[in-house]
């Protein structure tokens, strides 16, 4: 039998994926979840009475979806998306990414993404992994409301109380599965990281990335990223060069990578164990190959994320995967292909030189 809720969601999946506007998503989501706790004779005797829109969040084409799903028919929306977005790989991308367990960056509608923590963790698990860390934005970042340290404190309660959700559905058989703590923390132009060092502290996972000022002078950048990789609260270095590709968003006008000394950067990501990450949204592709490799050398750990911001975007990471597979990159280099025990234990690790 067919959820329409399920269909609903799926097509969503699918024009996710496939960097589709938020806007052209929403009404799938809205209408997935206007019909997902309604009976099934009820939607049945709407379907029949054609009232199926006097549901909110329901419209003309969600309610034909619906409509298709409720007679056991693959709905025609969804036929016409499902292949959207997606390439086929090669054997080694695929391998890569089938090692994978979790992805260290996505975000909620908490900051600037589009779904619920919730519906962002089912999605994680839908993918096969066994983990996924939330890390939303931090205070400064305004235009994508940031988290203040109050509203972040309250997300943590949040996801304790979704972790119990889940263990439960995981010992009624469900795949097991958690959310992680984390942030997606602004490195300030000083190189301090934009949320109070005790909060931190208290994370899963830090990923520290710059996002404004990008076209500051090289030897000032390289000197406020080796500060933020230096601090001991950063486990990931974020999309590293700020690059936007052409052809993807704003106009497609493309942002030109942001000028650092890259040995030096490395260099301090290799020393603090700090991992490069690999950022699998398609308008970043960041960072590019020639300082992948550079990364590699100098001895980093890599974390192949998705950025995502709505949940199809989880399936970016075949993106990563792809370009990771093309420089080189082996699984015992990527943080998020080791269990979430494991990689408690290296962001808990203490600082070189430390006690
Ligand atoms: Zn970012
Ligand atoms: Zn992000």
Request: glycine share 8%; aromatic share 4%.
């Amino acid at each position: 039998m067919r959820e329409p809720a399920e269909d609903l969601r799926a097509i969503a999946f699918c024009l996710e994926r496939a960097l589709e506007p938020s806007y052209r998503v929403k009404a799938f989501r809205a209408a997935a979840a206007a019909v997902q706790d309604l009976p099934r004779e009820e939607l049945e005797r709407r379907a029949a009475a054609g009232t199926l829109q006097e549901l909110k969040g329901v419209g003309k084409v969600t309610a034909l979806v619906i409509r298709e799903s409720l007679l056991g028919e693959e709905p025609n929306y969804l036929r016409r998306v499902q292949d959207l977005g997606t390439t086929p790989v090669d054997d080694a991308t695929a391998a890569l990414r089938a090692a994978l367990l979790g992805d260290c960056h996505t975000h909620s509608d908490w900051s600037d993404g589009g779904s619920p923590i919730e519906e962002m963790a089912r999605a994680a698990r839908a993918l096969g992994h066994e983990w996924v860390v939330l890390t939303d934005h931090s205070p400064r970042l305004t235009v994508a409301r940031g988290l203040s340290p109050e509203r972040l404190r309250e997300q943590l309660e949040v996801v304790r109380r979704l972790n119990e959700v889940l263990a439960e559905e995981a010992d009624a058989g469900a795949a097991p599965f958690r959310v992680l703590t984390g942030i997606e923390c602004d490195i300030n132009e000083d190189g301090t990281l934009d949320q109070e060092p005790e909060l931190l502290a208290e994370l899963d996972l830090v990923v520290a990335s710059v996002h404004s000022k990008l076209r500051m002078p090289g030897p000032d950048m390289t000197a406020r990223m080796v500060a933020a990789i230096s601090n001991q609260h950063t486990d990931v270095l974020g999309h590293c060069t700020g690059r936007q590709v052409k052809g993807h968003g704003r106009g497609g006008q493309g942002r030109p990578e942001s000028e650092f000394d890259a040995e030096v950067v490395f260099a301090a990501c290799a020393r603090f164990g700090v991992a490069v990450e690999v950022n699998s949204r398609p308008e970043r592709l960041d960072p590019p190959k020639r300082l992948l490799r550079l990364a590699l050398e100098a001895g980093c750990d890599v974390a192949i994320d998705t950025d995502a911001h709505a949940p199809g975007q989880l399936s970016w990471q075949e993106l990563g995967c792809e370009r990771a597979v093309r420089t080189g990159v082996t699984v015992d280099r990527v943080v998020n292909a080791r269990n979430a025990e494991d990689l408690l234990r290296w962001t808990r690790r203490q600082p070189p030189g430390g006690a």
